[in-house]
């Protein structure tokens, strides 16, 4: 591994090539981890630079394409022109139960298609009468919720006045969320609006109808998992085998109802803090539950995450969790030996959103793997604080790391394996390294859970070890 000089000669000899203004600005972004620090010291939620390759999406896509989208019984409107549909699509594999048409609409995208026509009058009526086509064609949706895109907000559109009207017609709840893409500097200001919307319309409105609710001191929520590839139900599986009730699951095969009644919760345990720390703060304030961020990537993290959840509870739940945990213990310690032989000082540069720049690190080490460098596309400042708990002494730390940047770093710590997007993931492939795509496990999944490790064990062995990458050779190596 590089040291901590020359990670920052690296940096700077990147930046060498830019324009003096934007190798300034860019250069608070690019850091090297330094040990016994408590900040990963870059800079971050700022406007990604004009012309620059930013992996980032926008508002809309944080509200739709993370928050809301995934609740499987509402409809969600894509409000605004059909080229934006691309997040009305769930793309990322977010696993539900139901049926699709009937009582689940995740995979089926509504659009209000907003033509020349729209923007010049005004597109209010037409989502009006879209609500009342949407209960005619399927009665048995929980909700509906209007994902507004940028010309809304451009041209004025009340949609709050439409949502308040229609919520009285039908006698359900109808969600506005001004969302519009050029709010804030990426996608992680949609999820703290979509998280305010849930404050402002949907707990009130449950406190109002007073949904029958039965309590018991074991009720907890999980909260930000999208069940990709049906993480969520790795998660809830373990949640439930040391006792605790499984009340809601925001948002991953989760429901409007699971939403409503989640302020009876006695915890909320939230994986992706970036996208839901906003409201799991609400509650705290507002109803008194506490909340605890959980990592259940790899052994490690497990059994330490089942062991806090477990000392909120009581003896009974305490003695449970020793139990699971030593009930997994030798499927866990089988997994390792016979990956990590073929694992075991392979070093990986991550870049990917939410939680995984931090949360998988203690993954690959215990399959002995080595983080060399890792960043967000889209973090805060807590959230390289909280990674500064994971990374070892010189890892290369990048914040919005730009295409070019990324590709230059790569060739020069010559990483084994590259952990990213979708985005990234052909021309790190073209240049022959191993890659797994970690925004949505590269079509697998799951990850969490000690059944999702002994699948994330075999996807880096294939990834790495697959002799493909024998015929081609990196460019360095030519």
Not at 118 to 133: A, C, N, R, S, T
Not at 418 to 443: C, N, T
Request: aromatic share 12%; net charge negative.
């Amino acid at each position: 591994m590089a040291t901590v000089e020359q990670n920052k000669k690296l940096i700077a000899d990147v930046l060498a090539t830019y324009p003096e203004k934007a190798a300034k600005k860019r250069a608070k972004h690019l850091g090297v981890y330094e040990e016994g620090k408590d900040d990963c010291g870059v800079k971050s939620n700022k406007q990604s630079l004009p012309g620059v390759m930013t992996a980032r999406g926008c508002a809309y896509a944080g509200s739709k394409g993370v928050v809301w989208g995934p609740i499987k019984d509402m409809v969600h409107i894509s409000h605004g022109p059909v080229g934006c549909g691309y997040y009305s699509w769930s793309g990322r594999r977010n696993y539900y139960i139901g049926t699709t048409g009937i009582d689940t609409f995740g995979t089926m995208q509504f659009t209000s298609d907003f033509q020349e026509r729209d923007i010049v009058f005004g597109g209010d009526k037409k989502l009006g009468k879209i609500v009342d086509e949407i209960e005619e064609l399927f009665p048995l949706n929980g909700g509906i919720s209007v994902q507004s895109e940028c010309p809304i907000g451009l041209i004025g559109d009340d949609i709050e006045a439409v949502a308040r009207k229609k919520s009285k017609e039908l006698g359900k709840g109808v969600v506005p969320v001004r969302c519009e893409g050029f709010r804030g500097v990426s996608q992680s200001l949609g999820h703290h609006i979509a998280n305010d919307m849930i404050r402002d319309w949907v707990f009130p409105a449950a406190e109002k109808e007073g949904i029958e609710f039965e309590g018991t001191p074991y009720d907890v929520a999980i909260i930000g998992d999208y069940n990709i590839g049906g993480d969520a139900w790795s998660s809830r599986i373990l949640l439930e085998e040391i006792g605790l009730r499984v009340v809601a699951q925001w948002s991953g095969d989760g429901t409007f109802t699971e939403m409503k009644v989640t302020p009876n919760v006695k915890l909320n345990l939230i994986h992706c803090y970036r996208s839901m720390n906003y409201i799991s703060r609400h509650m705290e304030e507002k109803y008194g539950i506490p909340w605890l961020e959980y990592n259940f990537f790899g052994p490690t993290k497990i059994a330490e995450s089942l062991r806090a959840i477990a000392a909120r509870f009581d003896e009974t739940i305490q003695a449970k969790a020793e139990e699971v945990i030593e009930k997994y213990k030798k499927q866990s310690e089988e997994i390792v030996a016979k990956y990590r032989p073929r694992l075991e000082g392979k070093t990986v540069m991550m870049m990917v959103g939410g939680l995984r720049p931090r949360h998988v690190v203690p993954a690959f080490k215990d399959l002995g793997m080595e983080i060399i460098g890792t960043g967000y596309e889209f973090a805060h400042g807590d959230d390289y604080k909280r990674t500064s708990n994971y990374v070892e002494d010189a890892t290369l730390i990048y914040d919005d790391i730009t295409g070019y940047e990324f590709e230059e770093f790569v060739k020069e710590l010559k990483p084994d394996l590259v952990a990213a997007g979708i985005k990234e993931k052909y021309v790190f492939q073209k240049m022959a390294l191993p890659f797994r795509q970690m925004h949505s496990w590269d079509y697998s999944g799951p990850y969490h859970g000690y059944d999702g490790f002994a699948i994330f064990a075999r996807d880096m062995d294939l990834a790495l070890n697959s002799p493909t990458w024998g015929l081609i050779g990196t460019p360095w190596n030519k």
